[in-house]
């Protein structure tokens, strides 16, 4: 009895690893250059909000100091 159940978690396994590896076969991978051109975009956008949200919090900051008058 127990042997049944241990060859069923180990076919579940080998299933969903088997399930994974078709799925990625189906996956439409980027180009090299793809790849580096949304890289670059992702690192400008993050540098980008970066300066924004140091600018908010340095107009944030200031309001705060005039509201509170420190």
Known sequence: ??????????????????????????????????????TII???VMVFMGFFLALTDVIAARLMN???GI
Do not use: C, H
């Open 1 to 38: 009895m127990a042997d049944k159940k241990e060859s069923k978690k180990q076919n579940a396994i080998q299933r969903y690893f088997r399930e994974t590896a078709g799925e990625l076969r189906k996956v439409s991978w980027p180009t090299r250059q793809e790849a580096i051109n949304l």
């Open 66 to 68: 005039l509201v509170l």
């Open 42 to 44: 992702v690192i400008v």
